[in-house]
């Protein structure tokens, strides 16, 4: 079973900074890593898919990258309603599983 | 708009059966498969399975396997998610999704308590 590790579990950054959180997959999974953030009470919302390409609506400062087995979401000028748990998801031939998040809090 | 409209909060004693629903769009589930995520109090994200609403082929993951039934009626639009016994630790806020590769629409979540 493939499994993904977030790096940090959480960190804080002030209002305009720029923050980036990472996820590794134990087995190359080519492009397949999606990112979503889910904000306090919140059900999750998409921002990035296939390792990064912007969801539709989503801020550009919202960005990701990587390939293989690393990937990372940057957010440049981090903003107030960033504050959220920021989790990569992997997917395999409808088979998907979720890292452990990655709390982001501003300074 | 897409929308996923998930059915109200559940309170439950253990051993109790509980099924919550999921509505969308004739084109969301003509089209998509349908995904239910669980998320334990102050936990992660945990995914459960998917289903295909034109075939109900259906995937679990290995971890409820068994332990819940993913179903859906074409007819009404709607996904459920069922369980027959319930224990405590199926205390959770409960997503449905809509998705291939990725979840691009989310249901609010349904609540389910499990308490003696």
């Known amino acids: 079973d493939i499994q993904l590790t977030q790096s940090p579990s959480s960190l804080s950054a002030s209002v305009g900074g720029s923050v980036t959180i990472t996820c590794q997959a134990s087995?190359?999974?080519?492009?397949?890593i999606n990112w979503y953030q889910q904000r306090p009470g919140k059900a999750p919302k998409l921002l990035i898919y296939d390792a990064f390409n912007l969801e539709t609506g989503v801020p550009s400062r919202f960005s990701g990258g990587g390939a293989g087995t690393d990937f990372s979401l940057t957010i440049t000028n981090l903003q107030p309603e960033d504050v959220a748990t920021y989790y990569c998801?992997?997917?395999?031939?409808?088979?998907?599983?979720f890292g452990p998040g990655t709390r982001v809090d501003i300074k | 708009e897409v929308q996923l409209e998930q059915s109200g909060p559940e309170v439950k004693k253990p051993g109790e059966s509980v099924k919550i629903s999921c509505k969308g769009s004739a084109d969301t589930f003509s089209t998509y498969w349908i995904a239910w995520v669980r998320q334990m109090p102050g936990k992660g994200l945990e995914w459960m399975g998917v289903?295909?609403?034109?075939?109900?082929?259906?995937r679990y993951s290995p971890s409820f396997q068994g332990q819940v039934t993913m179903s859906s009626d074409r007819a009404t639009n709607t996904a459920y998610l069922q369980w027959n016994s319930l224990e405590a630790s199926d205390t959770a806020m409960y997503y449905c999704a809509r998705g291939g590769t990725y979840f691009d629409h989310w249901g609010r979540g349904t609540l389910v308590t499990v308490s003696s």
């Open positions: 998801q992997r997917y395999d031939s409808f088979f998907f599983s």
């Open positions: 087995q190359d999974i080519q492009n397949y």
């Open positions: 289903i295909f609403p034109p075939d109900s082929d259906t």
